[in-house]
């Protein structure tokens, strides 16, 4: 892709040229709002990517916010987040073996355990009296929820000094069969972000026989209420009769929720049946973000579908990178927003729940929701 640069991309994710500021703004690092939530869960993948290798559990290198990470897994099963870098000479862990208890840096065969510490330099003369007890890779929080890992990059306090964060997403049924996609776009994690939360761009991005039959627009009039770091449109009947819902029969419930730092949670009953369509958006660089589209049921005949329902996914995901990255590379040329009418309300909440998250932070107090229940009327 043609664009800027990635310094000139990285200076440039300012959702605003001029946005509103508050009279204590500038207590904040200028920069923050420019950059995803240090002190957030991400979706760095599926957990059976964690799979075993010959017998022994496989490493795995991710890249969150900048950030080179392996993942692996204890003996016990438990899930490791390292930093993917031997301190002594920078070599990627990920490259060496593990033996299921240590990593073994491939370049001069240091050791260190899934706890990050070092457990031994096989180079060192037993005369040597250098301790290399105190040498110890990064380790970072990582958690497993709804068939995915999540880590927290945060490198500020312990855990328990800081305010609670967003949870990670979790599934309140068993699902029957799931199905996932990834596509990673060239476009900033605020930016990608926005897109699951706009309303407006499914009638113009999404034009699909399969999703949206009816090529009128309708007016749509939603209640939206404010939950623990985040919104929902409140549960309503669908007024649609798109071929996705008709497969369940009825006249499907749907609840859709967005949470910080970028989930969005779609979660849709109809009698007994229940179907979740989870969507993660997760910082690679400052200018790539992976989107991770999750589908869950609870019914087990939809599994025969998978083989259809997994390329017109793919087609809808493709749908958003390929306009998200348009849209970059517009605003690479100029960092400016307008944001207009109540359809791009949910968009100006995601940056008012953002400015929230960084000052609860920044004052050591706990995250206090700064949006009120609202209807909110738009045409899609």
């Given amino acids: 892709m043609t664009g800027a640069p990635r ?85 990627a862990l990920s490259k060496g073996r593990f033996a299921g208890d240590t ?39 990582v958690r497993e929820s709804a068939g995915f890992l999540w880590v927290n990059p945060h490198l500020g306090p312990a855990a328990g000094s800081v305010p609670e964060v967003p949870e990670v997403p979790e599934l309140d049924f068993e699902p029957a069969g799931s199905l996932v996609v990834e596509l990673e776009v060239e476009a900033s994690f605020d930016l990608t972000t926005l897109s699951l939360v706009d309303p407006g761009h499914v009638a113009f991005v999404h034009d699909s026989w399969w999703f949206r039959p009816s090529k009128q627009l309708r007016e749509k009039v939603k209640t939206f209420q404010p939950v623990p770091h985040g919104f929902v449109m409140t549960s309503h009947a669908t007024t649609t009769s798109s071929p996705v819902y008709r497969l369940l029969g009825g006249v499907p419930e749907v609840e859709i929720e967005f949470r910080l730092p970028g989930v ?56 958003d990178q390929q306009v998200l990255q348009h849209a970059q590379d517009g605003l690479d040329r100029k960092p400016t927003m307008v944001l207009f009418g109540q359809g791009d309300l949910p968009s100006q909440w995601y940056f008012r729940l953002k400015r929230e998250a960084l000052e609860s932070a920044r004052d050591g107090r706990p995250f206090v929701n700064p949006l009120e229940r609202r209807e909110l009327r738009w045409r899609s």
């Avoid at 890249?63 to 301190?87: K, M, S, W, Y």
């Fill in 7 to 91: 310094s000139a991309r990285t200076a440039l994710n300012a959702p605003f040229a001029n946005p509103p500021r508050p009279a204590d703004e500038a207590a904040l690092d200028p920069d923050a709002m420019r950059q995803p939530l240090g002190n957030a869960w991400y979706c760095v993948g599926q957990s059976r990517s964690l799979g075993r290798a010959g017998g022994r559990s496989a490493l795995r290198a991710v890249a969150l916010n900048g950030e080179q990470i392996v993942l692996g897994r204890a003996p016990d099963g438990a899930p490791f987040a390292l930093r993917d870098r031997c301190p002594h000479r920078g070599m």
């Fill in 103 to 141: 990593l073994m840096c491939p370049f001069h065969g240091w050791r260190f355990g899934t706890d990050g510490r070092c457990r031994d330099v096989p180079t060192l003369s037993e005369h040597d009296a250098a301790d290399f007890s105190r040498i110890q890779v990064q380790r970072f929080p």
């Fill in 264 to 319: 969005r949670l779609e979660r849709i009953r109809a009698g007994a049946k229940r179907v979740a369509n989870y969507t993660f958006a997760t910082p690679l660089t400052p200018d790539r973000t992976l989107l991770t589209n999750a589908l869950y049921w609870s019914m087990p005949a939809l599994n025969l579908l998978k083989p259809v329902a997994r390329p017109l996914m793919r087609q809808f995901l493709t749908q």
